[in-house]
């Protein structure tokens, strides 16, 4: 039996075969209903779900300087350093010192004369 497009069930979503720019009717074709006469009720989208978030690690590394508390002992240890003025990390061309390794890297991109040193390429190479 040939059936039309009239008798064809549809819902409320975006057609997945045609032009979003050119549609006029956000429904889409679902089925046909169970008579041919009378379509299924419209069904609404489904609401998503979400993933349930990670549950966050206690932050269990305190500062004794100013009681900021860190998720890692690494971030508390690289913290301290504000409060001492350790600066761990040195040029070994100027010896200028950094506080971390990423200010000692950017340096070697700025400075010429650091970055073709012979000691800043024996430090790459370990």
Same mark, same amino acid.
């Given at each position: ?7 064809? %069930? ?19 074709? #679902?089925?046909?209903? *169970? ?5 299924? *009720? ?12 990670? #549950? ?23 913290? %301290?350093?504000?409060? #001492?003025? *350790? ?17 000692? #890297? ?5 400075? %010429? ?6 000691? %800043? ?6």
């Amino acid at each position: 039996m040939e059936r039309t497009l009239e008798e064809a %069930v549809y819902v409320n979503s975006p057609s997945p075969c045609s032009d979003i720019s050119t549609q006029t009717d956000d429904t889409y074709f #679902t089925g046909w209903s *169970d008579d041919s006469r009378q379509p299924l *009720d419209k069904i609404q989208k489904p609401i998503p779900i979400r993933k349930p978030t990670k #549950t966050a690690n206690p932050k269990v590394h305190q500062c004794l300087f100013c009681s900021k508390t860190f998720t890692r002992k690494y971030d508390l240890s690289r913290h %301290v350093r504000t409060h #001492t003025g *350790d600066k761990p990390y040195e040029c070994p061309h100027c010896r200028k010192a950094f506080f971390r390794t990423d200010g000692r #890297t950017r340096h070697f991109q700025i400075e %010429v004369s650091c970055r073709n040193s012979p000691e %800043v390429f024996a430090l790459r190479r370990e």
